[in-house]
């Protein structure tokens, strides 16, 4: 059974740094594409950026661009959200989600396996 759990997220300033990781266990990543969602209360999920497990190939929310980067890593079957100069409308629920292909999409319905959530908030 395909589990994905994360990590990383907490309370921290305006201008700040995080690295949310999201451990993927029960199959290999193989050919699939890993992506990370968030969901602000009162709103919808929304796309933040995904990657193609095989050649590491990116894509990004245009608003996440710059600040937000994508990586994988083989050896400890993880996916990694670097968010840099956080804001607080950056404060939400962060999910890790996994796409039985090697398309990227932003679409959360193609996604087929989702983490439980881990929270991020950006607050003085």
């Known amino acids: 059974q395909v589990q994905l759990v994360e990590s990383g997220g907490g309370l921290v300033q305006p201008g700040d740094s995080l690295r949310l990781a999201c451990a993927v266990s029960?199959?290999?990543?193989?050919?699939?594409?890993m992506g990370w969602f968030r969901q602000a209360p009162g709103k919808e999920r929304e796309f933040v950026a995904a990657?193609?497990?095989?050649?590491?190939?990116?894509l990004y929310a245009d608003s996440m661009k710059g600040r937000f980067t994508i990586s994988r890593d083989y050896t400890q079957s993880s996916v990694f959200l670097q968010m840099n100069s956080l804001k607080p409308e950056d404060t939400a629920i962060y999910f890790c989600?996994?796409?039985?292909?090697?398309?990227?999409?932003?679409?959360?319905?193609?996604?087929?396996?989702w983490g439980q959530g881990t929270q991020v908030t950006v607050s003085s």
């Open positions: 029960g199959r290999s990543p193989g050919y699939w594409t």
């Open positions: 990657i193609r497990w095989r050649d590491g190939t990116t």
């Open positions: 989600a996994a796409q039985n292909d090697s398309i990227l999409r932003p679409q959360v319905g193609e996604y087929d396996f």
